[in-house]
């Protein structure tokens, strides 16, 4: 087990290393002057210059490659050339909220996908499932985007239910910074106020991030748990007066997880990697808007670091969920 | 489970979401304080006035520092405001300016000269942000202080438009920038979220991506000339359009900037909304190159320029718009009308135009870029293909990230055949958009046309160092005339400036020469 998990580590940090001289490179021959739409519109040539050679872009390339690595090593991601802030500093400041947001749509998605695919495969074709089956397609086909608009124009504006967009109120002072997410942290200091102000805030955009999950999560958990249902082993148990709900919980369920917790694992990359729509409808502060803000201005050390990051984070998801495999299933072995 | 019990979950659910009922709220109120917000698309990621300017950052700057001069009103006029009065030598080359004796910075330091003269060579040592207005003009050598209260700018060479370009250059507190000063950055590092400034307002919270919250400074050194003044506001990011019209309706935002045309119609006729409604001085041309391919032709240009349709612009402003009739913006000093030469849409002459270029029947494609995901500018090219279709000129249309286009611009070779600009004078002053046609202006985004007249260029050159402006009139008359004899691009139209209000919102003044969403927050009051 120890092994596996060095051996995954170590292909984690060389995939990483793949992605950041990829990366690197895109970034390099993609058209476009950072220095100069950095400098501004009416910037003269001095003034370019003077931007180039404060951010390092008068360099060869090779250079600039290998300066990039040395400063990774001592924790330095470079600075923005479009908000000259540390991109380390944006990170901490934007990455938390996205992380938040995407932790508490996937377990809203698995606490109700999970149970709602076990009663459809147990009610399968009845109204329940029925039912299930149509918010699963739309779920699938619904746009993101309309259905966050949908839920604002509803839920914030007609009925006044939930508030516009935003992670807290607008007089609201955000918690004490302990783990940097809203909800946590609030908890820790048992500032009630501002975590149900967090908590309303959390959940129209949970809510549009999630449905694509739910709706897949559902319908994967349901086909697993009907195959599982007709194995020989639960027939077995039922013959033995193993009763339903043990047969269900005990039996089958642990059973029909396994391909779900591949699609959990895929969805939380998908969902890290695909606030952007959400974060820009429901004006949500994170790491989404600006990969995409620095693309545009063709800012290349927070495109970089960004990369870095969901890259790191996706991976180890990843790792973590072949991890449960084992738990779930003893027959699996780690080599 | 049965269908009734599914029901009655459903119902649990709702009843719980009601439990949270009322949140929407207009105008927050925090000790009494009345905290007015603006719903805002653009971010504000630095805020140093030597370092950095677009619309959103000089809003805050302008609440929070003070320049010599002050833009107000439509059209724009340049008040004394740290000065309060100022003299020029004949050949415009000294400037002088007395200062008021009770203007202070946020920590209680007087504003004196000798800030005056930090903040200039400052801006100009630095070399970024607003630099390039006055770096070819001024050396940090020529600044002088002539007492506590009298600055005087020696310039390298006559600049008239100088006083013009001075309300865009802050006067920051050299103590406390200076002593946030890390290895000579002449304290860049702290200024990006600082406040050094003598403004009607200071920072209160600054959340970048979130918001920024300012407070309206009580003993302003300039008073507020309504009891009701705002006692401060949020600039509260919302970038999605849409969004921005839901928080004016529920009253979650008190003004907002950056809804579609066809919802600021739709908010104006709302109760307890008004929507202002004033004509900018943004052009949208299609610049056209003039040195490469088909249009390098002035034939091929003045018949694209008889064949747009360009009632199709009012329409796309659903009328809230109104079309260019010279070279230089409506409203900008020293524009010249004139409307009885302007290109209008004429398909006879347009195919004369083609004769004379060798292409009676077209047979050619032409590429129009614009900015990837600006519906306006999509639907400008949409009206290009009809319109040069029956000239039998095929377009192309090529959407493009800003970068890119800006890239493929400011090179002649690469610069597309048709490219849609938006340009904003940054100062009022006929020589801002003179310059925009000068060789100077190649490589920059609004000089994609690469536009290549000599005498142009020259008279350019002599409007700028005489001081008289009369004298100055009749070289911007010529200029004018001359660009558009030439035809280097469409000459579109000026789309009209809009904010959407609550009704309580009072004391909007609207100046042109603000950019896009900036708003001046010191006359803001509240009347309810």
Redesign the interface.
């Known amino acids: 087990m120890k092994r596996y998990i060095v051996k995954r580590l170590l292909l984690i940090f060389l995939t990483l290393f793949g992605l950041i001289t990829v990366v690197f490179l895109i970034s390099r021959v993609a ?4 220095a ?2 950095a ?6 040539d ?2 370019v210059e ?2 180039r050679k404060e951010f390092g872009l008068d360099r060869p390339v090779v250079v600039q490659y290998l300066s990039y690595f040395k400063g990774l090593a001592s924790g330095n991601l470079g600075r ?1 050339i ?4 540390n991109v380390i500093d ?1 990170l901490i ?2 990455f938390p909220a996205t992380l938040e947001l995407t932790i508490f749509s996937l377990l809203l998605a698995v606490v109700l996908a999970i149970p709602l695919g076990v ?1 459809c495969a147990v ?1 399968r074709d009845r ?2 499932d029925h039912a299930a089956r149509v918010f699963s397609v739309s779920g699938m086909a619904l746009p993101m985007f309309w259905l966050a ?1 949908m839920l ?2 509803f ?3 007609k ?9 807290l ?3 609201t ?2 918690p004490a910074k302990i783990t940097h997410l809203y909800l946590v942290d609030s908890l820790i200091t048992g500032n009630w106020a501002v975590f ?1 102000d967090a908590l ?1 805030h959390i959940l129209l955009p949970a809510i549009v991030l999630c449905f694509p999950a739910l709706a897949s999560i559902i319908r994967v958990n349901r086909a697993e748990m009907l195959e599982v249902l007709n194995r020989d082993f639960i027939v077995s148990v039922r013959a033995h007066g193993v009763s339903k709900v043990r047969i269900i919980g005990q039996y089958a369920l642990k059973n029909a997880l396994i391909p779900t917790m591949t699609m959990i694992g895929l969805r939380y990359g998908w969902m890290l990697g695909g606030t952007i729509l959400v974060e ?4 949500w ?1 994170g790491i989404g ?2 990969a995409v803000q620095s693309a ?3 800012d290349f050390q927070p495109i970089m670091g960004v990369t870095l990051l969901i890259g790191i984070n996706f991976m180890l998801a990843n790792l973590i969920i072949d991890l449960i495999y084992g738990v779930l299933d003893p027959r699996v072995r780690y080599e | 489970m049965s269908s009734k019990k599914w029901c009655l979950t459903l119902v649990a659910i709702v009843g719980i979401i009601f439990l949270f009922n009322g949140l929407g709220q207009a105008l927050e109120i925090r000790d009494g304080k009345k905290i007015l917000v603006y719903g805002a698309r653009q971010p504000a990621p630095n805020i140093d006035p030597s370092q950095y300017y677009d619309w959103s950052t000089r809003m805050l700057q302008q609440s929070l520092y003070d320049a010599l001069l002050k833009y107000v009103g439509s059209p724009p006029q340049v008040i004394p405001w740290l000065a309060t009065k100022w003299e020029v030598s004949p050949d415009a080359k000294v400037w002088t300016f007395n200062l008021v004796e009770n203007a202070k910075f946020h920590n209680g330091d007087p504003v004196t000269a000798e800030a005056v003269k930090f903040s200039f060579e400052r801006t100009l040592k630095i070399k970024k942000g607003p630099a390039w207005m006055l770096l070819d003009v001024l050396d940090p050598s020529g600044i002088k202080v002539v007492d506590d209260y009298t600055i005087q700018f020696t310039l390298n060479k006559p600049y008239a438009p100088f006083e013009t370009v001075l309300p865009w250059w802050y006067v920051m507190n050299p103590k406390v920038v200076m002593a946030h000063e890390k290895e000579g950055d002449m304290g860049q590092e702290w200024m990006k979220d600082g406040d050094a400034g003598s403004g009607p307002f200071k920072q209160r919270r600054w959340e970048h991506g979130v918001l920024y919250e300012l407070e309206a400074v009580a003993d302003y050194w300039r008073g507020w000339e309504n009891p009701n003044h705002i006692d401060g506001y949020i600039f509260k990011l919302i970038r999605e359009a849409s969004s921005q019209r839901i928080a004016i309706q529920k009253g979650e935002c008190d003004i907002v900037e950056g809804i579609s045309p066809e919802d600021f119609d739709l908010v104006a006729k709302m109760p307890g909304i008004y929507v202002s409604n004033d004509p900018g001085l943004t052009t949208f041309g299609i610049k056209m190159n003039n040195q490469k391919g088909y249009t390098k032709d002035i034939n091929i240009r003045k018949a694209i320029s008889y064949a747009f349709d360009y009632d199709s612009l009012i329409k796309i402003y659903n009328g809230n718009a109104i079309l260019e009739d010279s070279p230089f913006p409506i409203g900008l000093k020293g524009h010249v009308s004139l409307k009885d030469k302007m290109y209008r849409q004429d398909l006879q002459k347009a195919k004369e135009y083609m004769k004379k270029a060798g292409h009676p029947d077209g047979g050619f494609e032409l590429e129009y870029v614009y900015v990837q995901g600006l519906e306006e500018e999509r639907k400008m090219g949409l009206v290009l293909i009809d319109n040069l279709g029956k000239l039998g000129i095929k377009v192309k249309m090529v959407p493009l990230t800003w970068p890119n286009m800006v890239a493929r611009g400011s090179k002649m070779d690469t610069s597309p055949d048709m490219i849609a600009i938006f340009a904003t004078p940054v100062f009022n002053d006929p020589d801002v958009v003179a310059y925009q046609y000068h060789k100077n202006s190649w490589g920059k985004y609004y000089g994609t046309a690469h536009y290549n007249n000599a005498e142009v260029w020259k008279l350019t050159e002599q409007a700028r160092v005489i001081a008289d402006f009369d004298e100055r009139m009749k070289y911007y008359e010529k200029i004018q005339n001359m660009i558009m004899d030439d035809a280097p691009e469409i000459f579109g139209m000026q789309y009209n400036r809009r904010w959407a209000f609550r009704d309580y919102v009072q004391g909007f003044v609207f100046c042109p020469m603000r950019f896009t969403g900036e708003i001046d927050m010191y006359p803001i009051y509240i009347q309810k």
């Open positions: 058209p476009g002057d950072p100069r739409l400098a501004g519109p009416d910037a003269t001095e003034m003077v931007m923005s479009r908000t000259r802030h944006d400041r934007f009663l009610y109204f329940l608009l604002q124009l839920l914030a504006l009925f006044d239910f939930l508030p516009l967009g935003g992670r109120g607008l007089l002072e955000p149900k309303l820009t409808v429901f004006d502060p808007l600006y545009v201005y063709s």
